[in-house]
């Protein structure tokens, strides 16, 4: 199922389309995907966490947007493929995966949607 995602970052309105992801496809991720085909996906946690992701067989590059319980950013972060893990600071209630690919790029500047570490 779709759902829109709208967050504030650096004084934008960012809205994405993402597909929000059961318990099943929370272990997958953008894992195995096509860039070109892959969606930007949302997953969200009944309670604050702070588990970390990894990217192994993910061959493309994406946005991690970390947001607290009332989409507030907390933390974005470039993935590269095969990182072996990429966490917040602190505990957030969704995180928002969205695929470096025409589909976003159209959308979004990522740019300014990455901050630099």
């Not at 953008?30 to 067989?57: C, D, Q, R, T, W």
């Amino acid at each position: 199922m779709l759902k829109k995602v709208s967050f504030n970052f650096n004084g934008r309105r960012i809205t994405v389309n993402a597909k929000e992801c059961n318990n099943f496809e929370r272990i997958l991720g953008l894992m195995f995907k096509s860039k070109n085909k892959a969606e930007a996906l949302l997953f969200s946690f009944n309670k604050p966490v702070n588990l970390g992701i990894h990217s192994f067989f993910v061959f493309f590059p994406f946005v991690a947007v970390w947001l607290d319980g009332e989409d507030k950013v907390i933390e974005t972060k470039e993935i590269k493929p095969f990182t072996m893990s990429a966490r917040a600071k602190r505990p957030y209630r969704k995180l928002l995966e969205i695929p470096m690919n025409e589909q976003y790029r159209k959308k979004l500047d990522f740019s300014s949607v990455i901050r630099k570490i």
